[in-house]
T-cell receptor, first 111, second 112 residues
Framework: QKEVEQNSGPLSVPEGAIASLNCTYSDRGSQSFFWYRQYSGKSPELIMFIYSNGDKEDGRFTAQLNKASQYVSLLIRDSQPSDSATYLCAGLKAAGNKLTFGGGTRVLVKP | DADVTQTPRNRITKTGKRIMLECSQTKGHDRMYWYRQDPGLGLRLIYYSFDVKDINKGEISDGYSVSRQAQAKFSLSLESAIPNQTALYFC???????????FGSGTRLTVV
């Protein structure tokens, strides 16, 4: 079992709808979680990070963390075609400052 | 100029050849990392370094070596390239806080 699991997709979303991405992790030592967006052939870029249980909002993005269930999610509101990309979930352990990445979820926003 | 620069951007090499991928950064971060990315497998850690004298293996270090020449430079070498090392390679830096990494633009390596 991978430490961080994501559904590979593709997740197809109509323009203007909410895209919901999920991520589960197996290591309870992971304390912070990061969502990266990666366009094809490009480097990952940080969207947001979360380390407390609950919701964290930043513009059209909301990250949710539930440590009891070992579950992280990302909601993208008012999805735009420019949001079409692969979204990577990553967990950071308290010791070592190393990110462990999931395989990514491909999102397609259709006009 | 990019904060994290990787060279070359693309490289095709033959099986058995030695190749070096280079990474330099202007962010002043102590922590540097090398990851490879394969379709569907996300990013997997090859090696990481927390300062010039500190080098650590990641989850897939076999067949690779690294050199931290200075705080700003971290090179990845494939001593004898093989086809299953064909991948997209990323260098990343971190300031050691909970703010994640800054990635370079990547090196697409093809071993034929």
């Amino acid at each position: 079992q991978k430490e961080v699991e994501q559904n590979s997709g593709p997740l197809s979303v109509p323009e203007g709808a909410i895209a919901s991405l999920n991520c589960t992790y197996s290591d309870r030592g992971s304390q912070s979680f990061f969502w990266y967006r990666q366009y094809s052939g490009k480097s990952p870029e940080l969207i947001m990070f979360i380390y407390s249980n609950g919701d964290k909002e930043d513009g059209r993005f909301t990250a949710q963390l539930n440590k009891a269930s070992q579950y992280v999610s990302l909601l993208i509101r008012d999805s735009q075609p420019s949001d079409s990309a692969t979204y990577l979930c990553a967990g950071l352990k308290a010791a070592g400052n190393k990110l462990t990445f999931g395989g990514g979820t491909r999102v397609l926003v259709k006009p | 100029d990019a904060d994290v620069t990787q060279t070359p951007r693309n490289r095709i090499t033959k099986t058995g050849k030695r190749i070096m991928l280079e990474c330099s950064q202007t962010k002043g971060h102590d922590r540097m990392y090398w990851y490879r990315q394969d379709p569907g497998l996300g990013l997997r850690l090859i090696y990481y370094s927390f300062d010039v004298k500190d080098i650590n293996k990641g989850e897939i270090s076999d067949g690779y070596s690294v050199s931290r020449q200075a705080q700003a430079k971290f090179s990845l070498s494939l001593e004898s390239a093989i086809p299953n090392q064909t991948a997209l390679y990323f260098c990343a830096t971190s300031e050691g806080t909970e703010r994640g990494y800054t990635f370079g633009s990547g090196t697409r390596l093809t071993v034929v």
